[in-house]
């Protein structure tokens, strides 16, 4: 008879079945869901007084134009999914698409310079089966033409209407312009730089370069993606500045209505290099310096950016938030 111990057959080894592992997953998918509504009321708690303000200055507007101009702020998202339509060769659901730049716009809010509204459409993008380098050359197409197709708007605008803007305002001040043309140089100058000292970035850049150029070659091939890229991009900027265009006149600004379009054109501009969350602070103050230059009163200027803000962040900012928590819910995101 062997005296070793006998292995007890009522005592199995413990199991490995993973059962742990999709009760954590489910908890965190309930986390991320409620994530974005708790930043919500950091949000709120922290700028408080602007919400205040602006619904106590916005109370004698005319109901309205403020209705239609909220219209615009949601027709932003759909431009928004156009132009990533456009920038990416696979289709898209155009319904989950929209969503998705919906809950982007939130995002954006919360992150500086469109982190927040890329880094959903890049995981979005991943989800619909879309390989990473191709998602974030989307993201590299999407940005340059929406720089770039602001460019041909606000030259079109002055020729249809040079009424407009006095010419003595378009250029701005020597010293401004020193300031632009040494930012236009120090960018390229700068990731010049990092592609020569930097040996890990090299590869992933040139492979990066690589994919974002073949993609742009092809997708400029197709009509149907290239025309919702460049027709979404030219029709970005103007239907955020009919946004301030409807709360002027709600607010019965002295502006005409092309007028109150270049204001928001001209301050975007000046003020997008910033990067603030949202273009929120350098836009805003852009935005009243520009108004009050063509003769609105203080208060009406900084009423009507404030009305601008409320329709284009906080009314939008909570449908976004759980739109955005549905999509993570239900795995989009």
């Known amino acids: 008879m062997s005296l070793l111990p006998l292995d007890d057959p009522a005592s199995p080894p413990p199991r490995t079945d993973?059962?742990?592992?999709?009760?954590?997953?489910?908890?965190?998918?309930?986390?991320?869901?409620?994530?974005?509504?708790?930043?919500?009321?950091?949000?709120?708690?922290?700028?408080?007084?602007?919400?205040?303000d602006g619904t106590a200055l916005l109370a004698g507007a005319d109901p309205w134009w403020l209705l239609v101009g909220l219209l615009f702020s949601y027709l932003g998202s759909v431009a928004a999914a156009c132009v990533r339509?456009?920038?990416?060769?696979?289709?898209?659901?155009?319904?989950l698409l929209v969503a998705s730049q919906i809950a982007a716009g939130a995002a954006n809010h919360i992150l500086p310079a469109s982190i927040g509204a890329h880094a959903v459409t890049v995981r979005f993008l991943q989800r619909?089966?879309?390989?990473?380098?191709?998602a974030t050359a989307s993201i590299a197409l999407y940005s340059l033409v929406r720089a770039v197709a602001k460019t041909p708007v606000?030259?079109?605008?002055?020729?249809?209407?040079?009424?407009?803007?006095?010419?003595?305002?378009?250029?701005?001040?020597g010293r401004t312009l020193l300031l632009a043309a040494g930012g236009?140089?120090?960018?390229?100058?700068?990731?010049?730089?990092?592609?020569?000292?930097?040996?890990?970035?090299?590869?992933?850049?040139?492979?990066?370069?690589?994919?974002?150029?073949?993609?742009?070659?092809?997708?400029?091939?197709?009509?149907?993606?290239?025309?919702?890229?460049?027709?979404?991009?030219?029709?970005?900027?103007?239907?955020q500045a009919s946004v301030v265009a409807s709360?002027?006149?709600?607010?019965?600004?002295?502006?005409?209505?092309?007028?109150?379009?270049?204001?928001?054109?001209?301050?975007?501009?000046?003020?997008?290099?910033?990067?603030?969350?949202g273009g929120i602070g350098p836009v805003d103050a852009a935005l009243v310096l520009t108004l009050a230059g063509y003769g609105t009163p203080l208060p009406l200027a900084t009423a009507t950016v404030i009305g601008y803000r409320v329709l284009t962040v906080w009314l939008p900012l909570l449908p976004g938030m759980l739109v955005l928590s549905a999509l993570v819910q239900r795995k989009h995101l």
């Open 18 to 52: 993973g059962r742990r592992r999709p009760r954590a997953a489910a908890a965190t998918r309930r986390a991320l869901c409620l994530f974005p509504v708790l930043l919500l009321a950091v949000w709120a708690a922290v700028d408080w007084h602007a919400v205040r």
């Open 85 to 95: 339509q456009g920038a990416i060769t696979d289709r898209l659901p155009p319904g």
């Open 128 to 134: 619909q089966g879309v390989p990473l380098p191709r």
């Open 154 to 173: 606000v030259l079109g605008f002055l020729l249809a209407a040079p009424s407009a803007v006095p010419p003595a305002r378009l250029l701005p001040e």
């Open 184 to 239: 236009l140089l120090l960018v390229p100058a700068a990731g010049a730089a990092l592609f020569v000292l930097v040996r890990p970035l090299r590869r992933p850049t040139v492979d990066f370069v690589r994919t974002a150029l073949t993609d742009a070659r092809h997708l400029h091939t197709r009509p149907a993606r290239f025309l919702p890229l460049w027709g979404g991009a030219i029709a970005a900027p103007l239907i």
């Open 247 to 277: 709360v002027g006149t709600a607010l019965g600004l002295p502006l005409s209505w092309a007028q109150l379009l270049f204001a928001f054109l001209a301050a975007s501009t000046a003020a997008g290099a910033v990067p603030a969350p």
